[in-house]
């Protein structure tokens, strides 16, 4: 194997795809990154098992093609200590890497492709286009909910789910749900995945991109995305995720509309003296009026107070501060639309003038 190329574009794509690799004793080749050269084109590739990013680079110059593994650290290292406009000559000679830079020269340890371990048989059973800008505000508006090393562990990811009309994500980790939702055209085949936690954090970062039309296509036991020159593919969870429609309001009463502004001003105000442990504050609505109320074990309080147009039943009912705060901080409209269950237990929260997502937060008991 044998090729150049300028040490600017080879620093760019290593650092993207660098993010997955970390130290491991058990199985020293996952702190390697796969290189191949094939009909012209250079992929370099990283994996810490459940999740793997190609990057596709097209070789101008004279190269000759091969495939090695060798230290992702240590090649970027190199190139992050060489000029931006220098140019990279790397070659295999006498089972090592040899790397020459202006007037530096490397040899560095290469271990065999075969063992690097990879997704080359991925096959998929349902695949469609979406922009990605749609796909990113869809993570956004629900990646907060997920679960975080739940027992549970179908919870400690994103349901992603196509029904005959239209593209769901959805989190939960018992305690709050959020989904957003987005209209597909097209003959695509219904499905139902969960996404990892970590391969949801991964693909959000490399959605952060001019908007522009990515490929999806859903496997057995993966999810495949080509963003740009980027190949993105982790493992998905198996198992079966709750029911959360059964939970959704089948029948909504009169919303409590509030401003979406106030409410959060006077929510991060109470929470100042929420109890660090337990962060439940209280709700109290009546006529014209809504008054947050908090508490802690050093029988320290705060009140706030802003008016609404209300003239229902008094509510009063506890929740999790913050976990309303990370609702609020998803919804970008003037006011919000607050419906309590007929049990009393949850509130259904959306957004004025917008029908793509929706929240279930779980409440206190008092």
Known sequence: MKFNIKNNILTKHLQKINRLIV???????????????????????????????????????????????????????????????????????ANKMHIISNNSNYVLTILPSDDFPNHNNFQHVSEFFISSNILKKMIEKTQFAMGKQDVRYYLNGMLLEKNSTSLYTVATDGYRLGIAKDFLRGNIIPFSVIIPRKGIIELYKLLNIKPQLIHVLIGKNNIRIHIEELIFTAQLIEGQYPDYKSILLKKK??????????????????????????????????KNEFKVLSDNQEEEKAEDSFKINYCGDEIEISINVYYILDVLNTINSENIFLFLN????????????ENTSLYVIMLLRR
């Open 23 to 93: 130290k491991n004793t058990s199985l020293p080749i996952l702190e390697n990154i796969l290189i191949v050269i094939k009909e012209g084109i250079l992929s370099l590739t990283a994996t810490n098992i459940e999740i793997e990013l190609i990057c596709n680079i097209k070789i101008l110059t004279e190269h000759k093609p091969g495939s090695v593994t060798v230290s992702g650290r240590k090649l970027l290292d190199i190139c992050r200590n060489t000029s931006e406009s220098s140019e990279i000559k790397i070659k295999i000679d």
């Open 342 to 353: 007929e049990s009393n237990n949850a509130i259904q929260i959306e957004a004025e003038n």
């Open 253 to 286: 009463n009169y919303p409590i509309i509030l401003n979406h502004k106030l409410l959060k001003q006077s929510l991060l105000r109470v929470s100042i003296l929420a109890d660090k442990n337990f962060c439940g504050i209280e709700m109290h609505i009546k």
